[in-house]
């Protein structure tokens, strides 16, 4: 589920998150977003705002990504993609807001902060996507506490890590399972 936003949003402004972005992509139905400049917000700096950039500007749609880092998609660098990705959101066209922290979304501008000197700004925006961190949905575990979780039932996760946390938590029940040894209790005399 979407995680927290610390940013206003006001009456009459439109904001999507990432997840829900991709589900219409893949359904064809990106042309019902408001028109306007799509302004992709990405305070990770991973690969989901550069990508949801690089999808929407590919659609012909003006595009702007707004990031508090030096460079867009900082977390590229662990892949070695950081200096391309960058390449192709500047060949896209897409508009790089850097430095920058979202302050609020209203229904035809985002309202810029500078990370370092506080200075603010307005940006023209249709609408606005979220690439920020998500939650887990506790419906079901509410309904039996303490039950064993793993991966992103518990928080967001990469396949690595859910797939350990899994296995982890599959022999924390195995485990249980088993039933312990009963020691043999030897007494003076060789009588037991």
Do not use: K
């Not at 609408?127 to 928080?155: I, Q």
């Not at 899994?166 to 039933?179: F, K, L």
């Amino acid at each position: 589920m979407p995680g927290p936003r610390d940013y206003r949003i006001a009456p009459g402004a439109h904001v999507v998150e990432a997840a829900d972005l991709l589900a219409r992509a893949s359904s064809g139905a990106l042309e019902a977003l408001p028109d306007g400049r799509a302004v992709v917000f990405d305070p990770i700096g991973g690969p989901v705002g550069v990508g949801v950039a690089e999808l929407l500007a590919a659609t012909g749609r003006p595009t702007s990504i707004v990031t508090q880092d030096q460079i867009a998609g900082s977390q590229l660098a662990l892949t070695g993609d950081l200096a391309e990705a960058n390449s192709r959101l500047q060949r896209a066209g897409v508009r790089r807001e850097l430095r920058s922290v979202l302050r609020e979304v209203a229904g035809d501008h985002v309202l810029l902060e500078d990370r370092w000197t506080g200075e603010q700004r307005t940006v023209e925006a249709g609408f606005v996507v979220h690439c920020g961190h998500r939650l887990p949905e506790e419906t079901l575990y509410l309904r039996r506490p303490g039950t064993l979780r793993a991966g992103d039932c518990v928080a967001p996760r990469t396949v690595l890590e859910a797939v350990l946390e899994a296995r982890r938590t599959a022999m924390a029940i195995s485990a249980a399972d088993e039933v312990p040894e009963r020691p043999t209790l030897t007494l003076a005399g060789g009588s037991r």
